[in-house]
C-alpha cells in the first residue's frame, strides 16, 4: 500500500515518525513524508523520500508571536497556581478548571494561532494536490497537522493521528465536546469544527470529527502515562531516532562513577531561542558532586557560564539511545523524545520543564509514577537541583519505578509489529467505502 506520512515544520516531529516509517517501507509499502520546505533536507538524510508542501513555516517566527500573544493573555485561576496559566495551551487537567468558556478561548486561540499557521490553506491545497495525484491508501498524520487528515478525506484514504507525545488535543476535545453537548444548540460555537468544516467545504465536503482526533490514534506513551480519552488507540514502542550522529570514543568507557545525562533539547533551544530553566544554577547543581556529567549544550548556552567544572563534559550534540545506557539519571526539559528515550532505558529523570505543550504534564506524571521528580524552571536553585539529583541516585525506589516503565514499553509492540495493525485497519477502511459507505468527498472528487 501507499502511506503518506505529513507533519509540519518542525525536525523533532519528523524524528517521531522516522522509526514507524522506515518499517512500512521495510515491509515493502511505499513510503512518503510531506512537510513544509524548511524539512526537505532533514527528510532526505532519513533516507525517506520528501514531499515539501506549502511554503516555509519558519517556526522561529511562528513561536515568536506566540509568545508575544502568551505575554498579554496570561490568566490566574487559583491561589495555589503560582504560575499564570497561557490562554494558548491545552495542559490544563482538571475539571473544574474545564469549563466551556476556557475550553473555548483555548480551541479558539488555538485554531487562530497555532492550528491554521501549520496548516495554511497553501500547505492544505499542496498536499491535497499530491494525495489526489499519489492516492495514498494510508494517511498518518502529525496530532497538530489536520491538513494530513483533511488531504485522507479528501482523496477517500483510511487515517490515523502518530502521537509524538501525550494527547492534549483528544483530552481537550473529549471535555469541550461533553461541555457543548450540555448548552443550548444556539450556544454551542466550536472553532475548530468552523475553520476545519470551512476547509472541507473548499473540497465539496462536510466536518467529521475524525478531522481532529483521526479514524485511529498510533500512540507511543506508554499506557500507564496516557491521558483519558475514549479514542481507539493502536499502542506503539518507541524507537529514538535523533537524526544523523556518531557515537564519541569517551563513550566506549566504562564510568568510574555515576554517569549523569544533563540535557535542554535541541529542539527547545532551535524553536524557542533560549532556555527557561538557568544554565548555571543547572551546572552549580552538579559542580563537585562525585558523579560524572555529560552536558549537551551549545556554545550559546556555555557562555552563561564562567568555567566547567572538572566532572563536567560538555558536547554539542550526542545520540541519547547511544548515552542513556550508561547513564544513572537524567536532568532534562521534559521533552518527549528526551522523556522517552529515559523510559526506553529505565533512567530515573529530573524534570524542569518549560512550557512547551505537554512538558508539565508529563513531569507531573513521570513524578507521580515514582520514576523522576520535577523542579520549577522559574525557581529553580542549585541546592535543590543538588538535592533531588542526590535522592535520584540514592534511593533505589526512583531506579525501581523507571525499570518499571522500561519494561512497560519494551512489551509495547514495535513499529514493525503494527504493521499488520495497520495493513488491516487499512483493508478494513477500504472494504467499508467499498460497500456503499463512501464519504461525501470521495464521491465529490
Known amino acids: 500500500m501507499r502511506v503518506l506520512f505529513t507533519t509540519f515544520g518542525a525536525r523533532n516531529h519528523v524524528h517521531a515518525q522516522v522509526a514507524l516509517a522506515w518499517a512500512l517501507r521495510a515491509a515493502g509499502h511505499e513510503v512518503r513524508m510531506a512537510s513544509h520546505p524548511d524539512l526537505t533536507d532533514v527528510i532526505a538524510r532519513t533516507g525517506l523520500t520528501a514531499v515539501p508542501v506549502g511554503g516555509e513555516l519558519n517556526e522561529d517566527r511562528v513561536m515568536e508571536e506566540l509568545r508575544e500573544r502568551q505575554d498579554t493573555s496570561r490568566q490566574t485561576y487559583d491561589d495555589d497556581t503560582p504560575d499564570a496559566q497561557l490562554l494558548l495551551a491545552m495542559d490544563e487537567l482538571r475539571p473544574q478548571k474545564l469549563t466551556y468558556d476556557h475550553m473555548h478561548g483555548v480551541f479558539t486561540a488555538m485554531t487562530s494561532a497555532v492550528f491554521q499557521n501549520y496548516s495554511s490553506a497553501r500547505m492544505t491545497a499542496d498536499l491535497v494536490d499530491f494525495a489526489r495525484g499519489w492516492r495514498p491508501d494510508l494517511v498518518v498524520w502529525d496530532p497538530l497537522t489536520f491538513a494530513g487528515a483533511v488531504a485522507a478525506r479528501v482523496t477517500g484514504a483510511a487515517h490515523a493521528r502518530l502521537m509524538f507525545g501525550l494527547d492534549l488535543v483528544g483530552r481537550m476535545r473529549e471535555s469541550y465536546l461533553a461541555r457543548m453537548d450540555s448548552r443550548p444548540p444556539a450556544l454551542r460555537e466550536d472553532p475548530l469544527r468552523e475553520w476545519l ?65 544533563l540535557t535542554l533539547g535541541v529542539s527547545h533551544r532551535e524553536v524557542m531561542g533560549g532556555d527557561q530553566a538557568s544554565i548555571g544554577e543547572l551546572i552549580d547543581a552538579v559542580a563537585g558532586l562525585d558523579v560524572e556529567v555529560v552536558a549537551t549544550l551549545n556554545a550559546r548556552q556555555l557562555r552563561e557560564v564562567d568555567s566547567l567544572p572538572a566532572n563536567v563534559r560538555a558536547v554539542d550534540f550526542v ?20 522523556a522517552h528515550a529515559a523510559f526506553l532505558h529505565g533512567v530515573p529523570q529530573i524534570m524542569v520543564p518549560g512550557t512547551m505543550w505537554d512538558n ?49 514499553t519494551l512489551a509495547a509492540p514495535s513499529p514493525r509489529d503494527i504493521v499488520p495493525v495497520l495493513e488491516s485497519l487499512t483493508a478494513e477502511h477500504r472494504r467499508h467505502t467499498a460497500t456503499g459507505h463512501d464519504d461525501p468527498v470521495r464521491n465529490h472528487v
Open 360 to 408: 508539565g504534564i508529563r513531569a507531573d506524571l513521570v513524578a507521580r509514577s515514582g520514576a523522576g521528580l520535577r523542579l520549577d524552571a522559574q525557581t529553580l536553585t542549585a541546592d535543590a537541583l543538588r538535592g533531588a539529583l542526590s535522592r535520584l541516585l540514592t534511593e533505589p525506589s526512583f531506579a525501581t519505578a523507571a525499570g518499571r516503565l522500561r519494561r512497560e
Open 197 to 261: 468544516g470551512w476547509v472541507m467545504e473548499r473540497y465539496g465536503g462536510t466536518f467529521c470529527e475524525d478531522l481532529v482526533t483521526g479514524q485511529w490514534t498510533i500512540d507511543l506513551v506508554p499506557s500507564s502515562l496516557r491521558l483519558p480519552a475514549d479514542l481507539p488507540y493502536v499502542a506503539v514502542r518507541c524507537v529514538a531516532y535523533n537524526g544523523r550522529g556518531s557515537i564519541p570514543p569517551w563513550l566506549h568507557e566504562v564510568p568510574q562513577r555515576p554517569r549523569v545525562c
Open 319 to 338: 545520540p541519547m539511545d547511544a548515552l542513556l545506557p550508561s547513564c544513572s539519571a537524567i536532568i532534562s526539559h521534559g521533552g518527549s523524545g528526551t
